[in-house]
């Protein structure tokens, strides 16, 4: 167990519609990851957020968007949603900006219908 | 673009043999380089990580090789175990950004 919690474990939804997925990082841990997996994708960073600011963006689609609250859990929100976005969605955490381990959390499957 | 190349693909290695996955970058401002190892419907767990101013480094059966000057490195899994099957994951992150760069992956099984 990383510590990492991810919240629902599974979602099944339907095009076009939103959800959102939730993440706590380890307890002392300011620096949340998110990423994609998928089978022609591989594992995709998306974006990372640290201590409530945005620090950095990876392959991120326009109709998705993220943040980090004051308690410092994150929420990945999905818009306008795809058959093609289907996929494994994991948050990470590291202690700091820099710090270079990163742990995951079990994931959240996203099955668009 | 695939700046981590990963092999092979799938390996099957019989319990007590060696494992060996190779990774290969082109990004020379990569200094940080994790494995993660991944069970089914599991997240990635951190393995064992290495930076490019040492050439090996070693964690109980698993062993990281670095060759900084063929920007490529590679895990070894000694005694590989049953327990051992999973898929793993070579990355790599520049300096300055903390953003994981994922090999493909490898599926290995290690048969009794």
């Known amino acids: 167990d990383s510590g990492v919690t991810q919240t629902p474990k599974h979602l099944i939804t339907a095009t076009g519609q939103r959800v959102t997925l939730r993440c706590s990082p380890r307890s002392g841990d300011l620096s949340v990851y998110w990423y994609q997996q998928s089978l022609d994708q591989g594992l995709q960073f998306l974006i990372q957020?640290?201590?409530?600011?945005?620090?950095a963006k990876g392959n991120i689609l326009e109709r998705f968007s993220a943040q980090q609250f004051p308690d410092l859990h994150s929420e990945l929100n999905l818009s306008s949603l795809e058959l093609g976005d289907s996929a494994l969605y994991f948050c990470?955490?590291?202690?700091?900006?820099?710090?270079?381990?990163?742990?995951f959390g079990p994931g959240t499957r996203l099955t668009v219908t | 673009q695939q700046q981590v190349k990963q092999s092979p693909q799938s390996l099957i290695v019989q319990k007590g043999g060696i494992s060996i996955i190779n990774c290969a970058y082109e990004n020379t401002a990569f200094d940080y380089f994790p494995w993660y190892q991944q069970f089914p419907g599991k997240g990635p767990a951190l393995l064992i990580a290495i930076r490019p101013d040492v050439s090996e480094k070693k964690e109980g059966r698993f062993t990281i090789s670095f060759n900084k000057s063929a920007k490529q490195f590679s895990l070894h899994i000694m005694d590989s175990q049953p327990g051992d099957s999973a898929t793993y994951f070579c990355?790599?992150?520049?300096?300055?950004?903390?953003?994981?760069?994922f090999g493909t992956g490898t599926r290995l099984q290690v048969f009794p």
């Open positions: 957020y640290y201590n409530g600011e945005e620090r």
């Open positions: 990470a955490s590291s202690v700091r900006q820099g710090g270079r381990e990163q742990y």
């Open positions: 990355a790599a992150s520049e300096r300055n950004t903390d953003k994981l760069i």
